[in-house]
């Protein structure tokens, strides 16, 4: 993540293929549990992201999206279970090393340096991506503000330089905490087709965290339900959308 020294890991892009582990498995989330004090924000969460795939995950609010996010990306360990990246347990590493084993994240309020110009915001950043700066912000939709105060940017601009701080990074296992609230209609079809880029062109993992379902539709059809720290799907999109149990969480009686 931000201001180490520059890695050595090779980007998603020059990796050799078929490194993932069994089943091309990427990444294991596996009987992973979360407990802030009384609270079981993670209740024997199990989840698996093929290499190459995009897995959507969903729930209502408090139901633990972020806290998966956190524990896959290294910002809290897991009070038990484990995650694995390729076959290697990586959980209880902090953030910068599975930075640079290729794990990454976007925020759900992105936080950039605010006096920092949106080209010195992606400098700070650990750079282990084949693309230039220039390419990623091109990507992202930000090519040629490059020179503007990151305290300037609009929300939705501030989610893709934040998404643009993470592909710098060269990660092949992308986690995007909803990048798509308080985003209008035109800039969620934007961001979908840069989403898809980077699965197709980058050879991205995705796990998408997201409250709107119409957003992920456009980006994956495999999603995984949360509901107070358990999951209570996992499938297809359209099933979940007709799953009694899905329904009266999302709807509630
Ligand atoms: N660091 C923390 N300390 C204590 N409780 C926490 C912490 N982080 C999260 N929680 C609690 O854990 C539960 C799950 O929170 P989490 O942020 O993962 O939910 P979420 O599904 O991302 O919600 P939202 O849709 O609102 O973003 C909530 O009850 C939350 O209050
Ligand atoms: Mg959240």
Redesign the pocket.
């Known amino acids: 993540m931000f201001a180490e020294q520059a890695p050595s890991a090779p980007s998603a892009e020059t990796r050799p293929p078929g490194e993932a582990g069994p089943g091309n498995e990427l990444l294991v989330v596996d009987g992973v549990t979360?407990l802030?004090?009384p609270?079981r924000?993670?209740d024997e969460v199990s989840l698996r992201v093929n290499s190459g795939e995009v897995l959507g995950l969903v729930?209502?609010?408090?139901?633990?999206?972020?806290?998966?996010?956190?524990v896959i990306s290294g910002l809290?360990e897991p009070t038990s279970g484990e995650v694995r990246l390729n076959g290697q347990r990586v959980s209880g590493l902090a953030p910068h090393r599975l930075a640079r084993k290729g794990i990454n994240r976007t925020f759900?309020i992105p936080k950039p340096f605010p006096e920092l110009t949106v080209s010195e915001n992606l400098k700070v950043a650990v750079h282990a991506s084949r693309l230039a700066d220039a390419e990623i912000l091109e990507l992202v939709g930000l090519g040629g503000g490059a020179e503007r105060l990151a305290s300037e940017l609009t929300a939705s601009d501030q989610k893709r330089l934040d998404l643009a701080r993470a592909l710098v990074t060269g990660p092949r296992l992308l986690l995007v905490?909803?990048l798509g609230a308080g985003l209008s209609k035109s800039e969620l079809d934007e961001l979908a087709v840069i989403l898809r880029r980077l699965v197709a062109e980058l050879g991205i993992t995705l796990l998408v965290?997201e409250?709107l379902l119409g957003f992920l539709e456009q980006v994956t059809d495999k999603v995984t339900v949360?509901n107070a720290?358990a999951i209570i799907f996992s499938g297809v999109l359209s099933e979940a959308l007709a799953d009694p149990t899905v329904i009266k969480v999302f709807i509630g009686e």
């Open positions: 979360k802030f004090g609270l924000a993670l729930g209502p609010n408090g139901s633990g999206k972020t806290t998966v996010i956190n809290l759900q905490d909803e965290v409250h949360l720290g």
